[in-house]
């Protein structure tokens, strides 16, 4: 049985970025495994904040080579998410991953995405996961209609993703760097 189902929200403005996840887990097409999963975490000493939705086993190995690339690169997020899309591509296990990520740094925000592209969103705002349509509609109307900060944009849309889709939940984790 497949485990997926989440919504990864990232808004970036006024110096701040914020990555907010949901912690629902799904089992199938229609089971609730668990509500509090931890989807967003620091990585790279507490500097670069990583944000994972697809297959929950998936995510995690490339969120684990992620760091490894973040080491391997002292830290350059953009190189390592390069690399890492490019062994994404070219390794035969590794494209098989049913995956995708939001990483940040304080000065980049980027979406991996789960066919080895990297993709720097042009307005600082961007979501994945089954809820990612309607946290990216809600954070861009947040953004432009509201003094709101960058944190509690990315909170809002999560929480309006919740209301509407059926693979969210409203337990969210917001990390900012």
Known sequence: MEFRGTTICAVKKDGMTAIAGDG????????????TAIKVRRIYGGRVVLGFAGSVTDA???????EEMLNKF???LMRSAVELADLWRSDKIV??????MIVADKEKLLILSGTGEVIEPDDGVCAIGSGGNYALAAARALIQNTDYSAEEIARRA????SEICV???DHIVCETV
Not at 60 to 66: A, I, K
């Open 24 to 35: 629902q887990v799904t089992m199938g097409e229609a089971v609730i495994f668990k509500g």
């Open 60 to 66: 995690f190995s490339l969120s684990e080579r992620f």
């Open 74 to 76: 002292s830290g350059n």
């Open 95 to 100: 494209r098989k991953l049913d995956a995708m």
């Open 158 to 161: 999560l929480k309006i993703a």
């Open 167 to 169: 693979y969210t939940n």
